[in-house]
């Protein structure tokens, strides 16, 4: 089993950034990418970005040269940061964890970040 835990939300004012943060634990060696997906109300979660244990990226089209995923080591934490937020940024981020693109077996519990006008 891995455990997910993110951290970084907030509420912030539109034009500012914020950094979230993914910290796995238990059987990472199981892990070999991480992304962060995101759900507004009302709306379909949906993929914000992703990384691969070699560092490969893959970004939403609406989140490219807004968004920057990143990683300390091969694996552990995963960051996420958040630049020139906008009020439809606002959702629950949650970070998934899996053997491969778009396998997520595990998920956070989310954070919430809240961007006003």
């Known amino acids: 089993q891995v455990q997910l835990v993110e951290s970084g939300g907030g509420l912030v004012q539109a034009g500012e950034s914020l950094r979230l943060s993914c910290v796995a634990s238990?059987?990472?060696?199981?892990?070999?990418?991480m992304g962060w997906y995101r759900q507004a109300p009302g709306k379909q979660r949906e993929l914000v970005a992703d990384?691969?244990?070699?560092?490969?990226?893959n970004y939403a089209d609406s989140m490219k040269g807004r968004f920057t995923i990143s990683r300390d080591n091969a694996k552990n934490p995963v960051y996420l940061q958040m630049n020139s937020l906008k009020p439809e940024d606002t959702a629950i981020y949650y970070c998934?964890?899996?053997?491969?693109?778009?396998?997520?077996?595990?998920w956070g519990q989310g954070t919430q970040v809240t961007v006003s006008s």
């Open positions: 990384i691969t244990s070699g560092g490969s990226t």
């Open positions: 998934a964890a899996g053997p491969r693109i778009a396998v997520y077996d595990y």
């Open positions: 238990g059987s990472i060696f199981s892990i070999n990418t």
